[in-house]
C-alpha cells in the first residue's frame, strides 16, 4: 500500500518560516519524481515545485528564492523549506509522486501564513 504522509505545517506570522516533510512508503521512493503542490480555497491545485530522482529542481515563480525542495533517499523523504512566508502562501501542500503512469498524492498539510 502506497502512502504519502505530510507533516510541518502549521500557523506562521508572515516573514516566518516552516519545513514540510513528507514520508514515503509502499513505492521505491528514488525512482520517483517528487512534488510539492498547493491549494488554496476557492483557486485550483498549483505545483510549488518539484525534484527529480537525480537532484533537479524546479520552482513556481511566485516561490522562487524563498522556497527550497530537496530529498534524502535513504529516509524515503522529500522536504520543502519555505522561508520569507506571505499571506498569499497559506494553503493546503501536498505531496506528489510521479513515475511514468504511476502517481501518487498524500493527504495534504495545511499552512496558514497570517499574523
Known amino acids: 500500500q502506497v502512502q504519502l504522509v505530510e507533516s510541518g505545517g502549521g500557523l506562521v506570522q508572515p516573514g516566518g518560516s516552516l519545513r514540510l516533510s513528507c514520508v514515503a512508503s509502499?513505492?521505491?521512493?528514488?525512482?520517483?519524481?517528487m512534488g510539492w503542490y498547493r491549494q488554496a480555497p476557492g483557486k485550483q491545485r498549483e505545483g510549488v515545485a518539484l525534484?527529480?530522482?537525480?537532484?533537479?529542481?524546479n520552482y513556481t515563480d511566485s516561490v522562487k528564492g524563498r522556497f527550497t525542495i530537496s530529498r534524502d533517499n535513504a529516509k524515503n523523504t522529500m522536504y520543502l523549506q519555505m522561508n520569507s512566508l506571505k499571506p498569499e502562501d497559506s494553503a493546503v501542500y501536498y505531496c506528489?509522486?510521479?513515475?511514468?503512469?504511476?502517481?501518487?498524492w498524500g493527504q495534504g498539510t495545511q499552512v496558514t501564513v497570517s499574523s
Open positions: 506528489n509522486a510521479v513515475k511514468l503512469r504511476f502517481e501518487y
Open positions: 509502499g513505492i521505491f521512493f528514488r525512482i520517483y519524481t
Open positions: 525534484i527529480t530522482t537525480t537532484g533537479s529542481t
